[in-house]
């Protein structure tokens, strides 16, 4: 059985700036995103991997071309829901806890306090991290911190995992444990992951590779449901 097909782009452009200071991120990639897919996106630093990211993420648009949802429905579906995006960075707000940051998501899309306190206390479990619950940000190594973010951004159950260099600012130990932390949590949620990543250690983690240069989609490791 063919799997479902959760984020298409089709024919897609992305250009910052315009004239002779225009800067083409993305060139013409027509590629899917399907259930199940365990895949890292690879590439040098500029090579266009975090803009394909954040368009297929639904958080930029394409200067030309279509990105599409066909498992989901239109961007304004995205989140909080089906889509979840994890960042380089933590991002979590200072003057909340780490439980507080976890369950944050789910109060923003309508949940009962209640209900927000037991979804967030249920992803830290999964990740092994109950026992930094009650502990502030700036308490949190950078690993932690990466790994809770990781849990706020699971917390609601979504059918796409999105990360963008996640391990990035971490040591290869904490990289390691987060990468394990995405995957475990994607097989539990039976989402799809996509990371991007300039780490062979982290991309061999994963059963597909793309590799991009210059903003095209170039050579790959595994199937390939993509054309450019």
């Known amino acids: 059985m063919t799997a479902a097909v959760l984020a298409r782009c089709l024919n897609v452009t992305r250009t910052f700036g315009t004239g002779l200071g225009s800067v083409v991120a993305v060139h013409d990639i027509t590629c899917e995103i ?22 297929i993420a639904g ?28 960042f380089q960075g933590p991002s979590l707000l200072p003057p909340l806890d780490v439980a507080e940051n976890v369950a944050l ?64 600012q971490l040591d290869h130990a904490s990289a390691s444990e987060v990468v394990d932390a995405l995957l475990e949590t994607a097989g539990h949620l039976g989402a799809a992951l996509v990371v991007t990543t300039h780490d062979p250690a982290v991309a ?14 170039v050579n790959h490791r595994g199937s390939l449901s993509c054309s450019v």
């Open 204 to 217: 061999a983690k994963l059963d597909v590779v793309w590799v991009m240069a210059d903003g095209a989609l």
């Open 105 to 168: 998501p789910l109060l923003l899309a309508g949940a009962r306090e209640d209900e927000a306190r037991s979804g967030a206390a249920a992803a830290l479990e999964r990740l092994a991290l109950a026992a930094l619950a009650p502990k502030l940000p700036e308490e949190l190594s950078g690993g932690q911190a990466q790994r809770v973010a990781v849990a706020r951004a699971l917390v609601g159950s979504p059918r796409l995992i999105l990360a963008d260099e996640p391990t990035g």
């Open 59 to 86: 958080l930029d648009e394409p200067t030309t071309g279509t990105v599409s949802w066909p498992a989901f429905g239109d961007r304004a579906s995205l989140r909080p829901g089906p889509v979840a995006v994890v």
């Open 34 to 55: 399907s259930a199940g897919l365990r895949l890292a996106i690879t590439g040098p630093s500029g090579s266009g991997k975090s803009t394909l990211l954040h368009l």
